[in-house]
């Protein structure tokens, strides 16, 4: 399994998990609310942000949604 | 005709609790709910209400919490007490229970989670947010929304919970919430609601966005204290930003010139509360590296009435009841201005009971916005 190394790969796998807009858009207002990264808006200093992906998986696996590439 | 005889509503201005209480249950009339809220006054004896309420309906889950005022279509006001009835005409299904919150925000969550699956006979994880909704109401004196709302989100990421923070005459000191027959300060009130027709989830404010944005880049989140803002002094950068300078800087500043978390073009509010030396203290955490826009009040009678319509017209049919989360900034804002009975007529197209919070939440803590559920 290939980790995850850019926000962009974060969001698509989110949106593959999470295929019905309602359901990412609850989850990505979470995420934004918690770590101030919007998987819709994806700012240039966030794309490559290891610390930040790290940050926004962990809020992912503590809300039990698991996304492919999103383990350590 | 906007009434039926199993969704009613009830206000009363008695501050004496066994009075409020009879007069509630006046109010409501004959009806067999299934689910009974009620919002009153710190001051007043919720248990002695909810416990009247109980008695009175003992087939309905009965929860409420303290306020800093509370309205109906009947009335509004502070110091006396409000109550819905929703029968199972709007309501097919409910759970509720209590979350103390003693060992901690996530534990008492989880154990509530845990009570409300037990109830449905089924994790409240897995409902469908297209048939169910959440609602809570908040320990709101503490500071401890957040952490509420995001451990809710970790029990049941796509359940959105819609509510508010109890009140206390916005002292922040103490406040209560009721469910299961008991009274709690340290607690949350949870439930989760199968509405028996479509239903909308309701979250606006009266203020847009101005071209001013500032983005935060030194705060303490835990203490909702927001320092530096583009690397300025907390304080003197939001004083340039309304052109006037520190010394002038006080509430009427504070009440109408919010900063904004743009969602998707939709502003999540973040309210000042006060300077504390060169930082600003907020009513909810900011993040470093969040990008604020500053916002600009609009009518809030207009508002409030337009996003009513907005989202109730995909129901369908007009709605027929409504549990309403109103901020106390803006109720504030509606005794300045001396346009309580045009605010509250705004929302009087549909029978309800809502109260002044100490803040609202949807998916996570907000200020100055009014949040609820319709119900068609």
Same mark, same amino acid.
Do not use: M
């Given at each position: 399994m290939t980790h995850i190394q850019t926000m962009e790969a974060l969001a698509e796998a989110l949106r593959a998990r999470l295929p019905l807009p309602s359901n990412f858009y609850v989850v990505n207002t979470r995420l934004i609310l918690q770590t101030g990264v919007n998987l819709r808006k994806i700012k240039d200093e966030q794309s490559q942000d290891q610390a930040l992906i790290r940050k926004v998986l962990d809020a992912l696996n503590r809300m039990g949604v698991t996304i492919e590439g999103g383990s350590p | 005709m906007i009434a039926n005889l199993a969704t009613r509503s009830a206000y009363t201005s008695q501050t004496d609790s066994a009075q409020a209480a009879a007069e509630l249950i006046a109010g409501l009339g004959a009806v067999t709910p299934r689910l009974v809220v009620f919002f009153a &006054?710190?001051?007043?004896? #919720?248990?002695?209400? #909810?416990?009247?309420?109980?008695?009175?309906?003992?087939?309905?889950?009965?929860?409420?919490?303290? $306020?800093?005022?509370?309205? $109906?279509?009947?009335?509004?006001? &502070?110091?006396?007490?409000?109550?819905?009835?929703?029968?199972?005409?709007?309501?097919?299904?409910?759970?509720? &229970?209590?979350?103390?919150?003693?060992?901690?925000?996530?534990? %008492?969550?989880?154990?509530?989670?845990?009570?409300?699956?037990?109830?449905? #006979?089924? $994790?409240?994880?897995?409902?469908?947010?297209?048939?169910?909704? %959440?609602? #809570?109401?908040?320990?709101?004196? &503490?500071?401890?929304?957040?952490?509420?709302?995001?451990?809710?989100?970790?029990?049941?990421?796509?359940?959105?919970?819609?509510?508010? $923070?109890?009140?206390?005459?916005?002292?922040?000191?103490?406040?209560?919430?009721?469910?299961?027959?008991?009274?709690?300060?340290?607690?949350?009130?949870?439930?989760?609601?199968r509405p028996a027709r479509p239903f909308a989830i309701l979250k606006t404010c009266h203020f847009v966005a101005t071209p001013a944005e500032v983005t935060v880049t030194k705060a303490d989140p835990e203490k909702r204290l927001i320092h530096e803002l583009d690397g300025r002094p907390a304080v003197e950068r939001y004083a340039e930003l309304l052109g006037v300078s520190v010394a002038e800087l006080g509430f009427p500043h504070y009440l109408a010139n919010p900063l904004g978390l743009m969602i998707d073009g939709e502003p999540w509010l973040r309210s000042l509360i006060r300077s504390e030396g060169t930082s600003l203290f907020f009513a909810c955490s900011v993040l470093e590296g969040m990008t604020l826009k500053l916002m600009r009040a609009q009518d809030i009678v207009e508002n409030a009435a337009t996003a009513f319509a907005k989202a109730t017209e995909p129901l369908g049919v007009p709605p027929r009841a409504a549990i309403l989360f109103n901020c106390a900034y803006r109720m504030i804002e509606v005794q300045i201005k001396g346009i309580g009975d045009a605010y509250h007529g705004a929302l009087s197209s549909v029978v309800h009971a809502g109260l002044h919070s100490n803040g609202e939440s949807y998916l996570g803590h907000i200020n100055q916005t009014l949040t609820g559920i319709v119900f068609s």
């Open positions: - | &006054t710190v001051e007043q004896d #919720g248990a002695l209400i #909810g416990n009247a309420l109980r008695l009175r309906f003992p087939e309905a889950h009965v929860a409420g919490c303290s $306020s800093n005022g509370e309205f $109906s279509e009947q009335g509004h006001g &502070t110091g006396g007490a409000v109550a819905l009835a929703l029968g199972s005409d709007v309501i097919a299904q409910v759970a509720s &229970t209590l979350a103390i919150l003693d060992d901690g925000v996530p534990a %008492g969550i989880e154990a509530a989670a845990a009570a409300l699956s037990a109830q449905l #006979g089924q $994790s409240i994880r897995d409902l469908d947010p297209e048939h169910w909704v %959440g609602l #809570g109401f908040l320990e709101g004196a &503490t500071g401890r929304e957040e952490k509420i709302n995001e451990a809710l989100g970790n029990v049941a990421p796509l359940l959105p919970f819609v509510g508010g $923070s109890a009140g206390d005459r916005i002292r922040f000191e103490r406040t209560w919430v009721y469910a299961s027959g008991e009274l709690r300060h340290n607690a949350c009130a949870l439930l989760v609601l």
